[in-house]
C-alpha cells in the first residue's frame, strides 16, 4: 500500500468511525454495562420539592417572551418554589418592557442595559437565583408541563450534579415535530451515553444544574451549554440525560440560518477544547472515550472528507479507486440537490440526509477557520424568531 492510498484510508475510515463506528460501539457498550442508568426510571418523585429557579437569557425576544413567560408559569411545579428569572441582554427592543408588565409574583426581570453575550447574562443571572437547582432555558423554547419535575426528582442521588433533558424539533410553519433522522440518531447517542455516565454536553433549552456548581463561563464562550454541562464531569458528579423531560423549539427558517447556527456550535466546539481538554485524559475514563469519539473525530472529520476526496482525485487512475471516487462525485452531487431544492424550504426524505450531512461538515469547516482567527467577543448573530410555538400537555 502505497502513502497516498495509506492517507485515504486513514481520512474514510476516520468518517467511518466518527459517524458509524463510534455509534455501534457506545451501543454495545451501554447493553452490558455493569451498572447502567435507568434513563427515565432512575429516581422516584420526591415527597418535598426544592427550590428552583429557571433562569432565561433572553436577547431582542419581543415575538416570543410573553408566550414564553405564560408557558414557564403554567409549569406543574409547586408555585412557592419556583422563580423565574429573565436575564435580558440590552435594551434594543420591547423584551424587557413585557417581562416587566407581566402579571404573576414568580416572574423577575433583570435587565442589562448594554448588550454582552449570553455567557455575561448567565454569569451575573446565576448567582441572583434562589433555587438551589437551577433550570436553564432559551426564550424560544417551550416546556412541557412536568418537564421541571422529571428533572429535578434525580438531585435526590448528592452524586447528580446536572440532567439534560430531550430537545425536540418543531417545523415553525407546520407545527409539527420534524425530528429528522440525524437528530433522532444524536439523541440514540445521548442515550447511549448516558447510560454509562458519559453525556457529553446539555441541550441548551432544558437542563437542570445544582446551584452550587455554577461557576463563572469565560465572557467570550459561545456554547455555554456544552460548557457548563462538562464543567460538571470536571466536578466529579454526575451529568445524566432524561428523555421524559421535553422541551421544544422551532428549527431554523432557512437552510442559511442553519448553516449560521452550525457553523457557530462548530466554532465554539474548537474554541471549549481550551477549557476542556483535561477531559480528554484517559483518566476520565467513557467520559474521555466518548468526548475523543464522539466530538474530537466528529470535528475533524471536514478535514479528513478533503483529505479523502483529494487522495482518491489522486489515486483515481487505479479503477477500485475510481469507483470509490465515482461514489464520493455522486454524493456530493446529490446532497447538491438537495441543498438547492425550493418548495417552502423542504426537500424530499432521499435527499434530506446527504444534504444536511455536506451541510454540516461544511459548517464545521467555516467553525474552525473562525475559531483559529479568534474568538473574542460572546455576542453572536441571532436567528429570527417565527410565531411562538404551542404547547400542549402530554
Known sequence: MTSLESIFWICASGVLYAYVGFPIVVWGVSRFYKNPVDLANSSPLPT?????????????????????????????????????????????????????????????????????????????????????????????TMTQPNSIKQLVRHFVDSQVGSVCGKLELIDPASGQNVDGIYWKYENFLKGCEGRINALLGVNGGIYALRKELYEPIPTNAIVDDF?????????????????????????????????????????????????????????????????????????????????????????????????????????????????????????PRALRLPAMFVSMNAALLVGLWRSLRGIRGGTWKRTERTQPLEVVSK
Not at 418592557?97 to 447574562?121: M, T, W
Not at 466546539?269 to 472515550?289: A, D, E, I, R
Not at 469507483?323 to 455522486?330: D, E, G, K, M, V
Open 48 to 140: 418535598e420539592w426544592p427550590m428552583v429557579s429557571l433562569v432565561i437569557a433572553a436577547y431582542k425576544e419581543e415575538k416570543v417572551i410573553l408566550p414564553r413567560l405564560v408557558n414557564a408559569t403554567l409549569l406543574d411545579y409547586p408555585a412557592e418554589k419556583l422563580e423565574i428569572l429573565i436575564g435580558v441582554d440590552g435594551s434594543e427592543d420591547c423584551t424587557g418592557d413585557l417581562v416587566r408588565e407581566f402579571v404573576d409574583s414568580r416572574v423577575r426581570l433583570i435587565q442589562y442595559p448594554v448588550r454582552r453575550g449570553k455567557a455575561s447574562v448567565l454569569n451575573d443571572t446565576a448567582p441572583q437565583a434562589r433555587g438551589e437547582i437551577i433550570v436553564f432555558s432559551d426564550a424560544n
Open 227 to 347: 460548557l457548563i454541562g462538562m464543567r460538571v464531569h470536571l466536578r466529579g458528579r454526575r451529568l445524566i440525560y432524561d428523555p421524559t423531560a421535553v422541551a421544544l423549539e422551532e428549527t431554523p427558517d432557512t437552510i442559511g440560518q442553519e448553516f449560521q447556527r452550525r457553523s457557530r456550535i462548530g466554532a465554539g466546539g474548537f474554541q471549549s477544547l481550551q477549557w476542556l481538554w483535561p477531559l480528554l485524559s484517559p483518566t476520565y475514563g467513557w467520559v474521555s472515550f466518548a468526548f475523543w469519539s464522539h466530538k474530537i473525530y466528529r470535528w475533524m472529520c471536514p478535514l479528513l472528507m478533503v483529505g479523502a476526496l483529494v487522495t482518491n482525485i489522486a489515486l483515481a487512475s487505479q479503477p477500485f479507486y475510481l469507483t470509490l471516487l465515482l461514489c464520493q462525485l455522486a454524493f456530493y452531487l446529490i446532497a447538491a440537490v438537495g441543498l438547492g431544492w425550493l418548495t417552502g424550504n423542504r426537500m
